[in-house]
């Protein structure tokens, strides 16, 4: 079971072997703690856990680990003994059982790797993250009615001994309808580098672009900005109403030319952003390109770092698109991920409409910025765990609600979760763990938080027997866990199939479901699985 609860303004200061060697240290390596939905998107019960200002250090069964420190102590934690996320699997877990990071809604490594599959080679491990491979489907999650997240926490125990799986469920409210939402004025930056001449890169955008712009509203503004050795601005800040002609025509121009300079789009694209800003309209940059970057500025860094000003006076967030069959998702990831903004991959036209004309156009606004969440688990009742994914977004346990520290800006139509393998200790009985959310209103810039808890006693008794929401969610993390296996920073997951049974219990799914994401996902790991056939000499 789950529960919600929300609190009010806190008024706080802001590649090697794959399956089989796996499986079979799988045991060893899981006793060793390891490191650890797009912006754009949208077309079980326990004792209340109360916000803190402070853990309790007290002492004595009663004193649960709580949410880090209202003040931040200026650095980042240490990272020690039991419990905690470590960045190496021989590092030892920290004592306060703490587990932060920033939200993430990204989807892009999810939709590469699926590219990557029906072109029939394998992802690079380094690519796959499993955080966007879970927020890549929808939850059931309740909804806030304001601004914000509601928040809900459940689990089930896996079949590998003491280890469950503990998920940390967030929701934003529904999308507003299109005539509610607040005027977008959107800068695309597009890519017209040679490489964008492959089939289904530019071509794709400029259809996607075409057919958005007639679904966009009258009091919308488009602004496109192209960039190959050099950027340009092709069509400054333009307010569609009668003009629907004009902008149909700057994208009809758009033709593949020569070498790809990422930073100079970005830049030009960030300037003529700031000179069409309009107040009262949401204000976004769109990048679209397959982040081959070989001219000028080519580390996302220097590129963010150009742009600053721009983002931190403006709150103009980055919300890249990731297209081809070579793409450079670790530029694109990095840039969406320092600039306040988010990623996805289009690898078809079905995507790409999805992406640019109907969730686009839907979920212009924000509904929370600097999101983080902090997860305590209770010394008492757990003995190790691990985040599953969200390596680049962790934070400092003590910068929970130190508010200059960066989190993740999330819209409204939004679900985002957390999954856990937490191992309890034997016969442990009672709470599990608390998870608390941090957010800051898009508006007022107030602090807001909201919690919720798990008790042993509420863990289900199997994943494969729990609701099918659930089910998904555990399909994707080991999904994900089978696709990285070649990277040595990463163990096995606990109860872990084999890619065949993932397979047939991703179509089970499908067919209760009726839902087609799910269906595509049975596609993909029976693609992956094809794979390893082949890799193991096409026989079993």
């Known amino acids: 079971m789950k529960y919600t609860r929300t609190a009010a303004d806190t008024g706080h200061p802001r590649g090697g072997a794959r399956r089989g060697s796996r499986r079979r240290a799988a045991g060893a390596l899981l006793a060793l703690p390891i490191a650890g939905a797009l912006l754009l998107t949208g077309c079980g019960a326990g004792d209340s856990s109360k916000s803190t200002d402070g853990p309790d250090r007290s002492g004595g069964r009663n004193n649960l680990p709580l949410p880090a420190p209202a003040q931040p102590t200026g650095g980042a934690a240490e990272r020690g003994t039991e419990g905690e996320q470590s960045d190496a699997p021989d590092v030892q877990p920290s004592p306060d059982y703490l587990s ?71 929701a934003t409210r529904p999308a507003e309808s299109e005539r509610e939402r607040p005027p977008a004025a959107l800068t695309f930056v597009i890519d017209i580098s040679g490489s964008m001449a492959e089939p289904g890169r530019l071509d794709l955008a400029r259809e996607s672009l075409d057919v958005m712009t007639d679904r966009l509203r009258d009091d919308d503004s488009v602004a496109l900005v192209t960039f190959s050795d050099e950027a340009e601005t092709v069509l400054p800040m333009t307010r569609l109403g009668a003009h629907r002609a004009r902008v149909h025509r700057a994208i009809d121009s758009l033709e593949p030319t020569d070498s790809t300079n990422l930073g100079a789009g970005v830049r030009t694209g960030y ?11 949401t204000n976004r940059v769109v990048l679209i390109s397959d982040a081959l970057a070989n001219t000028g500025d080519t580390d996302a860094d220097d590129i963010l770092e150009r742009i600053s000003s721009a983002r931190r006076d403006h709150g103009i967030t980055l919300f890249g698109v990731g297209v081809g069959s070579d793409y450079g998702d670790a530029l694109m990831e990095r840039l969406a991920d320092k600039g306040d903004g988010h990623t996805t991959y ?21 509904t929370a910025r600097d999101a983080k969440a902090q997860v305590a688990f209770d010394p008492q009742t757990v003995e190790r765990f691990r985040l599953i994914g969200y390596d680049d977004r962790k934070v400092a346990d003590e910068d929970f609600r130190d508010d200059r520290v960066d989190g993740g800006e999330v819209g409204p139509g939004h679900t985002v979760t957390a999954l856990y393998a937490v191992r309890t200790r034997p016969g442990a009985s009672g709470h599990l763990a608390t998870a608390t959310v941090r957010w800051l209103d898009p508006d007022s810039r107030a602090p807001h ?91 079993r």
């Open 346 to 366: 289009v690898s078809d036209r079905d995507d790409a409409l999805t992406v640019f004309c109907d969730q686009l156009p839907q979920n212009i606004d924000l």
């Open 271 to 281: 300037a003529t952003a700031v000179d069409g800003l309009r107040e009262g309209a």
């Open 449 to 539: 938080e909201a919690s919720g808890g798990l008790e042993t006693g509420d863990l289900r008794d199997g994943v494969w027997t729990s609701p099918y929401s659930f089910q998904v969610t555990a399909v994707a993390a080991y999904f994900a866990d089978d696709l990285r296996a070649g990277d040595a920073r990463w163990s096995s997951l606990p109860g872990v199939p084999s890619l065949r049974e993932l397979a047939s219990r991703a179509r089970t799914l499908a067919n209760v479901t009726e839902d087609k994401d799910v269906s595509a996902l049975a596609t993909a790991i029976g693609q992956a699985d094809e794979l390893d056939v082949c890799t193991d000499g096409c026989a």
């Open 100 to 170: 932060t990071f920033a939200l993430d809604v990204d989807t892009a490594s999810y939709g590469y790797a699926r590219r990557s599959l029906a072109d029939g080679r394998a992802p690079d491990p380094s690519t796959v993250r499993p955080e966007e491979f879970v927020n890549s489907f929808r939850q059931d999650y309740e909804r806030p009615d304001g601004n914000g997240f509601s928040l809900s926490v459940d689990g089930a125990r896996t079949n590998d001994g003491r280890w469950s799986l503990v998920r940390v469920g967030l």
